[in-house]
């Protein structure tokens, strides 16, 4: 086995996980299939146990069928059969250029294989034999070219001299023209046709391998009679040159020779000689009389940039006088080629957290015209997020990430290459790389609102769906996978242990019965949380408020038994008049609105004309005044109805009992002596606990006023009332209106239908017309004008030429002087 001793050059870039390399081999041609060119892993450096899983190979270009590398041991070697000539023609230099990628990480190394050339080709003449006419008194020094040979080997291989057969009239004579060595025959002695009419020579040439390789030609000079001027060119070589893909029949140059002789003599004719290849042929034609050579086939720079042809002059003597001269056409290169591009694709589908500089392709670009016409600029077509690096070598690059990339605005990207020669005018290629996003959980689940506000009426079937919530999430597959679960508090109180949430479409879903009056709102959270890895989440609060419905039925506070029973007995003087309270029914309902507002109205009455009872405040008046036929027991049947859609109802049973004015005062004092008695021991603690308590809530009061009125304009309202007119009193008011008259209820807030009038120990005052029935505009001051019996509150009113407004004062009760001072 042949084997070359590798030249090493290694040059290393480190381009993001790429590395480059380069060796140069030589080899010689004609060795047999599988000889050794070098070890190319041990010459890189590289592990041989992991070049099989790294894929250790060869890629791209036709040159590579020459030559295989063994993943096995990293050896290079030769894969099919090797002619220099073949491959190179003539060339000086036959380097095969090798690209070998190895991957994890990706490696990209080229490897130069020079193709030494070898002595396998003999000098061969193109005919086995030339006859050179000669006339007899040609002078010595005469010098004829004779037929040169042709050896397809180079330089030492190739004809290194030639060798003439021994004569007394002739010697071999060599002239180098370029690269080609040209015999000519050179006459010593002149010769004498008399003497001898042919002279039969060998010429022999002979190449520098070893061993040395040789070929023959016989040459027969044949003596003619005197023709003795030759023709001369005007030149010894011509040069010119020809752009390629000239049409046929264009005029490359004319040759010219002249002969001194006269008629036949003197007439020249042109022809090609020496050794002529035959596709210089079929591409050129040749003037027989003007010597014009003429297109007349295809001029491809890229098959071959440079013609020399040999043209001999002959005159028409006899013997015909020859002379010759070189002609060198010199191809000029157009740009009528095209780049081509080759793409080496290293991956198709890109993580869209690639980073910055992440190589997807390797893009190779070639261009087989020369200079500027050979030239290629690379570049991609559009805006996206990637860019080509070249490479250390020429017109190589790289298809590299340069900014980050979004699966969810764009998730696949056809790569426009467009590869443009510097060429007039320039030539373009275009080639497309499909490159696909792959998705990357980055995106957390969203809610399209938030907060979410639930109203729920009261009274839900237990587990029965009574909400829904819904995240959507911009990733893909299981990175948009949603689930749903609901944060906990923990511990007994915590609500939200009775909702349960479906984890897949988040219905949520009530697991008990909820109740207006236990729990009137509440919050959770549901969080959302992907299927990623590792997952995202997100949080969405749910307001939950709940809405009452008509759940209660009415519950009567007065009058009550003491079994428990909604029955009372009044007894009331003989002496009423018209329109003297009875007594009062008291309800509640602990239901809002229209649901709790409470209605009141007789279902039973012995006598329609006796009683009467107010719809909206349950009080009991005298219609007329008593007599003595009236009975002396009434029986009053109370219902009590809310107004709900489905209105629920309680009945209230009141006796009224008609008895003298004495006997009513005799048993007002002897219930009030009993209780006495009871409540005396109490009344000491219950006085102190009350005044201490009225005190601070004054003192309190004053020093809230105070900072009011000295931060807010006297027209300030409150948002604590419902009146348009109210001054800043820091107390809750509701009033209407029945028949003539109009109420206001002060104090906590209540439902309608609890509304207590004066003299029952509540915070109802009468209200006057608020109209001043004197026409006066002027400012009233402090006028008070009602007050509860017992409650200690007060109205006053105040006004100007704007109108008037009205406020609630609080002072301790059954001290008159301290309620009119709040008024002043």
């Known amino acids: 086995m042949f084997w070359i001793r590798p030249v090493l050059f290694i040059l290393l870039l480190c381009s993001g996980e790429l590395v480059f390399g380069q060796l140069k081999y030589s080899t010689p041609e ?7 060119v070098g070890n190319v892993a041990k010459d890189l450096g590289l592990d041989v146990s992991t070049l099989t899983s790294r894929r250790f190979r060869i890629v791209s270009g036709a040159q590579d069928v020459l030559f295989e590398v063994n993943p096995n041991n990293g050896l290079l070697f030769v894969h099919k059969h090797l002619d220099r000539e073949e491959l190179c023609d003539r060339n000086a230099v036959c380097v095969m250029d090798l690209k070998i990628v190895v991957e994890n990480p990706l490696e990209i190394h080229y490897v130069s294989v020079d193709v030494i050339d070898s002595n396998d080709h003999a000098p061969s003449f193109t005919e086995r034999g030339t006859v050179i006419e000669i006339a007899e008194n040609t002078l010595s020094g005469a ?7 042709r050896d397809p080997d180079i330089g030492i291989n190739s004809i290194q001299r030639y060798k003439l057969s021994h004569s007394d009239h002739f010697q071999l004579e060599i002239r180098d023209r370029g690269e080609d060595k040209i015999p000519f025959l050179v006459l010593q002695k002149q010769l004498d046709r008399e003497e001898k009419i042919n002279h039969s020579l060998i010429l022999s040439a002979i190449d520098g391998g070893t061993p040395s390789k040789s070929a023959n030609l016989n040459v027969t000079i044949r003596v003619l009679d005197i023709n003795d001027n030759r023709p001369i060119f005007s030149k010894e070589v011509y040069s010119v040159e020809l752009p390629e893909n000239s049409v046929f029949g264009t005029s490359v140059i004319k040759v010219q020779a002249t002969d001194l002789d006269e008629g036949a003599n003197g007439e020249v004719e042109y022809e090609f000689r020496g050794h002529m290849n035959s596709e210089v042929i079929h591409l050129f034609s040749l003037d027989k009389i003007l010597g014009e050579i003429r297109v007349k086939g295809e001029i491809d720079f890229e098959t071959n940039h440079v013609f020399k042809l040999d043209v001999q002059a002959s005159d028409k003597g006899q013997p015909p006088m020859t002379t010759d001269c070189r002609v060198i056409i010199k191809i ?6 095209k780049p081509e591009i080759e793409v080496t694709s290293i991956t198709s589908i890109v993580p869209e957290d690639a980073k910055h500089g992440t190589v997807i392709a390797l893009i190779s670009v070639t261009d087989i015209d020369s200079g500027p016409n050979g030239k290629v600029i690379c570049t991609l077509t559009g805006n996206v997020p990637l860019e080509l690096k070249p490479s250390f070598k020429e017109n190589m690059y790289s298809l590299v990430t340069k900014d980050t990339l979004d699966r969810e605005k764009i998730s696949n990207y056809d790569i426009s290459i467009t590869a443009t020669d510097c060429g007039e005018p320039p030539l373009s290629t275009f080639k497309t790389v499909s490159i696909q996003v792959k998705d990357v959980n980055d995106n957390i689940p969203e809610f399209p609102q938030n907060p979410l506000e639930l109203y729920l009426t009261e009274n839900n079937e237990p587990g029965t769906s009574v909400f829904s919530v819904s995240a959507f999430d911009k990733d893909l597959d299981d990175n948009a996978a949603i689930s749903y679960y609901i944060v906990r508090q923990g511990g007994h109180t915590d609500i939200t242990s009775f909702l349960n949430i479906n984890p897949e479409n988040g219905q949520i879903s009530a697991l008990k019965s909820f109740d207006f009056e236990t729990v009137k709102s509440f919050h959770f959270q549901v969080v959302a949380t992907d299927g990623g890895s590792p997952p995202l989440s997100s949080n969405v609060t749910v307001k939950v408020y709940i809405l009452d419905q008509n759940d209660n039925t009415p519950v009567i506070l007065y009058p009550v038994s003491s079994n428990g029973s909604a029955e009372g007995v009044v007894e009331i003087p003989r002496n009423m008049k018209i329109g003297d309270l009875v007594t009062k029914v008291r309800a509640y309902d602990a239901d809002i609105g229209y649901n709790g507002w409470l209605l009141f109205s007789f279902g039973q009455v012995t006598d329609h004309s006796l009683f009467s009872l107010d719809r909206y405040t349950g009080q009991i008046r005298t219609l007329r005044s008593l007599t003595e036929m009236d009975e002396a027991e009434h029986r009053l049947l109370i219902l009590v109805k809310d107004n709900g859609n489905v209105s629920l109802s309680a009945t209230a049973t009141v006796i009224v009992k008609l008895v003298e004015p004495k006997e009513a005062f005799a048993a007002s004092d002897v219930k009030s002596a009993t209780k006495v ?5 109490n009344m000491t603690f219950y006085l102190i606990i009350t005044l201490g308590s009225v005190s601070l809530l004054f003192v309190i009061s004053i020093i809230v006023l105070i900072a009011m009125q000295c931060s807010k304009s006297t027209e300030y309202t ?14 809750h008011s509701i009033q209407y209106r029945s028949g003539d008259k109009r109420y206001m209820l002060v104090g906590p807030r209540m439902s309608i239908g609890s509304t207590i009038v004066p003299g029952s120990h509540a915070n109802t005052l009468v209200l006057p017309d608020r109209r001043n029935t004197s026409g006066e505009k002027g400012p009233v001051e402090g006028q008070e004008v009602g007050n509860g019996t017992d409650g200690g509150l007060h109205l006053c009113r105040y006004g100007d030429e704007r109108g008037t407004s009205e406020s609630i004062m609080a002072a301790p009760s059954g001290n008159r002087s301290i309620g009119r001072r709040p008024c002043r």
Do not use: H, M, P
């Open 143 to 149: 010098r004829f070219q004779l037929q040169g040979a």
């Open 677 to 681: 008695d009871q409540e005396e021991d």
């Open 30 to 36: 004609e060795v047999k299939v599988g000889s050794i």
């Open 332 to 337: 000029q290169d157009v740009n009528d080629n």
């Open 718 to 731: 409150s948002k604590y009332l419902q009146d348009t007119n109210y001054d800043g009193t820091l107390c």
